[in-house]
């Protein structure tokens, strides 16, 4: 076994890097394609201040993150329709407080400069038994709703009148997509960081429409691409050092540049 | 023999806050029509389409759709404007299969009703094509390939020729004559009936609350 594989926080850090790798992208897809690229990092600066808000009254930090998040969703989409017309706006409102919050919850909390850190730009070291456990729960709840509700997705990304006129309640499925989008962000959160974990969302399905001849392929590519960053990432955050958040999105940056320059070369 | 599928009673409609835009009105629609539906802007020529397709309710008046022997007839719908946009990366086939596919790992053509629709609307060469890399007038026919997908009995179209040249206008109004030709009874709104005249077979005028029906001869006094 290569001495990477020896510890068992890497092997910890494997097993879920490579589930934030996979559904990362796959949930980017749909938020990619339906303009919302902003709403992972919305979400994930929210989900930041709920870990703070988690460790500064003693209550485990991920499940309450994410019920924080889930929260936020609701008074997004209550946002949105007070504000039809800016989109973005309400987004840029809810990121704005989540990531204030946390500044200020950081004050308060006693957390060491490293947990922080961790929490910022993610960390290998960190992750808990029960952690596994919840990150396991959610990556195959995630899983099971991504392949028995892809058509909705699906629609709902390409047409929203129509998907309406096909009978799929589309409110219902835009919340759904948004509480997928918090439980990926949860998953992710400890490994990734908060301020790097929608970068995950984002790049390797940017990188996958440079490639892909349809839809299906575009979430196979990007899921792939957000796999193989993942995988680079932890290798090179064991070896240099690097917190791995950083080391995984730079990555997916570089592969995304050499498939663009490769399309440049062969167009 | 020609039976009565659609009969609008003394319906009449407003959007809140504002006054009626069809007001006590009455229109019968038979199996085998070709029906052209033309008015000025804001005629209320898509909200008529919309209260026959049932996506608006009237605040007065009756509508029944249906045959005696056809009690609910199966509806295609290609609507005005498709809010999609236009580098997305799907192919035609991936678009069809929206409407019957069931998840991920299913086929989404088992009975090859995909494969049927785009051989009539004269796209089979293109399935495998990404929507980006096709022409208006063959978007327009996918949108068309979609709407025919159930079998129809009856076809609604909005402004189908919209920002199509004359030859991609040609081609679709050629493809509705066929399928007018089968049987489906049509109902489309345009602006613009000239290149429509020569396949329809009833003309309705909309304009101030009310629906006029125009002899095919005297359409071009309107």
């Given amino acids: ?126 992750l808990s038994n029960q952690d596994i456990l919840l990150i396991g729960l959610l990556s195959f709840l995630s899983i099971l709703v991504i392949i028995r509700y892809y058509r909705e997705f699906f629609y709902l990304t390409f047409d929203e009148e129509g998907a309406r006129l096909a009978g799929i309640a589309v409110e219902r499925f835009n919340y759904f997509l948004l509480f997928l989008t918090t439980m990926v962000i949860a998953i992710g959160l400890r490994i990734v960081g908060a301020l790097l974990i929608s970068s995950l969302m984002i790049v390797p399905v940017a990188a996958s429409l440079l490639l892909s001849r349809g839809f299906k392929q575009t979430l196979l590519f990007a899921v792939l691409i957000g796999i193989l960053s993942v995988l680079i990432g932890l290798v090179t955050s064991f070896y240099l050092g690097l917190a791995p958040g950083g080391a995984i999105v730079l990555s997916s940056v570089i592969i995304f540049l050499i498939i663009l320059l490769f399309k440049k070369i062969h167009p | 023999m020609k039976e009565k599928i659609i009969s609008l009673d003394k319906i009449t409609f407003a959007y809140p806050g504002n006054p009626p835009v069809l007001e006590d009105t009455n229109l019968e629609i038979y199996t085998g029509d070709f029906v052209v539906i033309l008015g000025p802007n804001g005629s209320a020529k898509t909200t008529l389409l919309k209260i026959m397709l049932g996506l608006l309710k009237p605040q007065k008046g009756t509508i029944k759709i249906g045959t005696s022997s056809i009690a609910s007839p199966l509806i295609g719908y290609l609507p005005q404007k498709t809010s999609f946009n236009q580098s997305f990366p799907a192919t035609v086939q991936e678009i069809l299969e929206l409407t019957n596919k069931k998840s991920f790992f299913q086929n989404g053509d088992p009975t090859g009703q995909i494969k049927a629709v785009l051989k009539k609307v004269k796209l089979q060469e293109k399935s495998n094509s990404l929507l980006g890399t096709l022409s208006g007038g063959q978007l327009q026919r996918v949108f068309l390939a979609r709407a025919l997908l159930n079998n129809p009995q009856i076809l609604f179209l909005d402004e189908p020729a919209n920002n199509l040249d004359i030859q991609a206008q040609d081609e679709l109004y050629e493809l509705l004559h066929n399928f007018h030709q089968e049987g489906l009874t049509i109902i489309t709104v345009t602006h613009d009936p000239n290149s429509i005249l020569d396949y329809a077979s009833r003309f309705l005028y909309v304009d101030r609350r009310k629906i006029t029906e125009i002899p095919k001869d005297n359409w071009r006094v309107v």
Avoid at chain 1, 87 to 96: D, K
Wanted: aromatic share 8%; glycine share 10%.
């Fill in chain 1, 1 to 126: 076994m290569p001495e990477i594989l020896q510890y068992t926080f890497m092997q910890k850090a494997f097993v879920v890097g490579l589930l934030v790798g996979g559904l990362c992208p796959s949930i980017g897809t749909f938020l990619v394609l339906r303009r919302l690229s902003m709403v992972g990092e919305t979400l994930a600066h929210t989900s930041l201040a709920g870990v703070l808000l988690g460790i500064l009254w003693g209550i485990s930090p991920l499940p309450f993150a994410l019920l924080v998040s889930i929260l936020i969703v609701f008074v997004l989409e209550k946002l949105r329709k007070i504000f039809p017309n800016y989109a973005e706006l309400s987004l840029a409102i809810i990121m704005s407080a989540g990531l204030g919050l946390a500044v200020v919850l950081m004050e308060f909390t006693n957390a060491s400069d490293t947990s922080v850190t961790g929490l910022l730009f993610g960390s290998i070291i960190t």
